[in-house]
């Protein structure tokens, strides 16, 4: 069974930057995108970033030009450099990967928090 294991988050100052790392304990079939989503406590979950086989991205608005996605098929690994942080920034993160067959694979979460 496939587990994603995150890490990186924690507690970081307004301007400082973190990056979250995302590791699939077993293999993937035909990784299609690998992502990353953040979700504040009474608030839906939402996508920040996300990588999409062939190497196209997308960014959450609020996200463009301080974050960036990255990702290793080859290792199911996929990152999240977070630059120029935000206390709006602070939620937590969830690595995502869909695979073949539309499989969907969800980690646990990480805390991210930014302080003023």
């Known amino acids: 069974q496939v587990q994603l294991v995150e890490s990186g988050g924690g507690l970081a100052q307004a301007g400082g930057s973190l990056r979250l790392s995302c590791a699939a304990s077993g293999s993937i079939f035909s990784i299609v995108a690998m992502g990353w989503y953040r979700q504040d406590p009474g608030k839906q979950r939402e996508l920040v970033a996300r990588?999409?086989?062939?190497?196209?991205?997308n960014y959450a608005d609020s996200v463009k030009g301080r974050f960036t996605i990255s990702g290793d098929n080859a290792k199911n690994t996929v990152y999240l450099q977070m630059n120029s942080l935000e206390p709006e920034d602070t939620a937590v993160y969830y690595c995502n990967i869909v695979g073949g067959l539309n499989r969907v694979y969800w980690g646990q979460g990480t805390q991210v928090t930014v302080s003023t």
């Open positions: 990588i999409i086989r062939g190497g196209g991205t």
